[in-house]
Each structure stands twice: as structure tokens, then as C-alpha cells.
T-cell receptor
Framework: GESVGLHLPTLSVQEGDNSIINCAYS??????FIWYKQESGKGPQFIID?????DKRQGQRVTVLLNKTVKHLSLQIAATQPGDSAVYFC??????????FGPGTRLSVLP | DGGITQSPKYLFRKEGQNVTLSCEQN?????MYWYRQDPGQGLRLIYY???????QKGDIAEGYSVSREKKESFPLTVTSAQKNPTAFYLC????????????FGSGTQLSVL
């Protein structure tokens, strides 16, 4: 992936507000997408996934939206909590491909 | 508890030394992967294995080696040929590859002395 150096994009939200984290993916042939959450010094944790035959998928407090026309993926977190503070990144893969990962967005929840 | 165990959590390498990172899974997954994570960058694939006794190079395999003698284990050796080894290394597994979600271990931070 393209390097953005040491500084990740950061999203700061007030506790209780909704968060929207965006991801542009690169391959129009990709048909499976995952959002991961990674806390400092830990391994990535699966949040939610979506396949290309869907536009939207909901989990507990999270929603993933997929726009194949513009190759865009978003993660919405409802009622953001302090425990949601982490780096969030998307992953894409397609037939006979390995996953490609975005660099991530740092979510900071303000009290 | 089922999961992926990586050890050690922190590892230091001296100049010219080979070091081995351990990855064990008890999820009965066929596929295992090693990724390298550098600050501000997406994960990059080093090696992967879809089945015992078989593995393939990823995007940045130079300076690394792996083995897959058992389904549960996929150790990564960082050789002295890897000139910039400082990074966070993540092991992952999936039920099948490549279209199944990846489960990750907790990572190993490798630093150079």
C-alpha cells in the first residue's frame, strides 16, 4: 500500500457521538471486505465484514457501507465510547488474491 | 480458549543474528500468514502457507524464511539478510485461503540492538 509515513489520519469525536471512518479500496475485482480494530501494541481484531453482493451490513453498534461504483467502504460506529479509541483499517480481497490492507485511521474519543 | 499465540512479545536482534518468531494456532485453520507492520503503513505480507509442508512468498519475503511442518505452527525466521528488521510482526490464520477472514495473533515487536 501507499505509505503515509508515521502519521495516520486521525478522527476525533465526542463520546456518545457517531463516528464514520472511510476507506478507498484499489481493486475493482475485490469482492470481500473487512474492518479491523487495532489497539496499541495488540493484534488486529475483526469487527465486521461485507461481500460485494451487499451494500450494507449491520452489527452491534457498527455498520459497514460498500459503494462499488466509487470503490469506497465506510465504517459507522454508533454512540462512540472511550473503548472505541484505536486504529481502524480496512482490508480487501478478491478471487485468487491475498488481502490488501489500508494504512488505517486513528479514532480518538474525547470525554 | 481457541486462538493464535505469538511469542515472544518483544525480541531484540543483534547485528548478523538470525531470530525466530513463534506462531501457534489451535483453531484448526489450514492457512497461516506472516505480516509486517510499520508505523503509518498497511500490513504487508511476508509469507503464507495454505497447507502443511507448503508455503509461498508474499510481497516482501526477502530476508525472511518460514517452515510449516505442522498444521498448528508457522515460525518465521528473520535472517541477517534483512537489513531493516525493526517492525511489529503479526501472524494470522484463516480456515481456508484466501477468501476467509483472518484471525490475528497479538504480535511480536522486533527491534535491533
Amino acid at each position: 500500500g501507499e505509505s503515509v509515513g508515521l502519521h495516520l489520519p486521525t478522527l476525533s469525536v465526542q463520546e456518545g457521538d457517531n463516528s464514520i471512518i472511510n476507506c478507498a479500496y484499489s481493486n475493482s475485482a475485490s469482492d470481500y471486505f473487512i474492518w479491523y480494530k487495532q489497539e496499541s501494541g495488540k493484534g488486529p481484531q475483526f469487527i465486521i465484514d461485507i461481500r460485494s453482493n451487499m451494500d450494507k451490513r449491520q452489527g452491534q453498534r457498527v455498520t459497514v457501507l460498500l459503494n462499488k461504483t466509487v470503490k469506497h467502504l465506510s465504517l459507522q460506529i454508533a454512540a462512540t465510547q472511550p473503548g472505541d479509541s484505536a486504529v481502524y483499517f480496512c482490508a480487501e480481497n478478491g478471487p485468487r488474491q491475498n488481502f490488501v490492507f489500508g494504512p488505517g485511521t486513528r479514532l480518538s474519543v474525547l470525554p | 480458549d481457541g486462538g493464535i499465540t505469538q511469542s515472544p512479545k518483544y525480541l531484540f536482534r543483534k547485528e548478523g543474528q538470525n531470530v525466530t518468531l513463534s506462531c501457534e494456532q489451535n483453531l484448526n485453520h489450514d492457512a497461516m500468514y506472516w505480516y509486517r507492520q510499520d508505523p503509518g503503513q498497511g500490513l504487508r505480507l511476508i509469507y503464507y502457507s495454505q497447507i502443511v509442508n507448503d508455503f509461498q512468498k508474499g510481497d516482501i519475503a526477502e530476508g525472511y524464511s518460514v517452515s510449516r511442518e505442522k498444521k498448528e505452527s508457522f515460525p518465521l525466521t528473520v535472517t541477517s539478510a534483512q537489513k531493516n528488521p525493526t517492525a511489529f510482526y503479526l501472524c494470522a490464520s484463516s480456515m481456508d485461503s484466501p477468501s476467509e477472514k483472518l484471525f490475528f495473533g497479538s504480535g511480536t515487536q522486533l527491534s535491533v540492538l
